[in-house]
Nanobody, 113 residues
Framework: QVQLVESGGGLVQPGGSLRLSCAAS????????MGWYRQAPGKQRELVAF???????RYANSVKGRFTISRDNAKNTLYLQMNSLKPEDTAVYYC???????WGKGTLVTVSS
């Protein structure tokens, strides 16, 4: 059974940084495309960043230049480095195994002074 467990969320001031992690199990992580998504209160869930099994990446325009998605296949872990955070980045962030369509339960990121 595929499991995805996010961690690293929390409260951060505007301009600060956080690194999210997603520990994956139950699948051959290295061959799966993975993504980070987020859902803010009252809004639809949206794609934040995507990475292929080969390491190609794609980002939402709103986070380009500030967020970096990466993966460590040896550790079965997906990361999202978030810099220059803004209040509008506040949301629950979800990890997704795109190929198998499994989701984690999410981790809350709050950007506020």
């Amino acid at each position: 059974q595929v499991q995805l467990v996010e961690s690293g969320g929390g409260l951060v001031q505007p301009g600060g940084s956080l690194r999210l992690s997603c520990a994956a199990s139950g699948s051959d992580f290295s061959i799966n495309a993975m993504g980070w998504y987020r859902q803010a209160p009252g809004k639809q869930r949206e794609l934040v960043a995507f990475i292929t099994s080969g390491g190609d990446t794609r980002y939402a325009n709103s986070v380009k230049g500030r967020f970096t998605i990466s993966r460590d296949n040896a550790k079965n872990t997906l990361y999202l480095q978030m810099n220059s955070l803004k209040p509008e980045d506040t949301a629950v962030y979800y990890c997704r195994n795109v190929d198998m369509n499994y989701w984690g339960k999410g981790t809350l990121v709050t950007v506020s002074s």
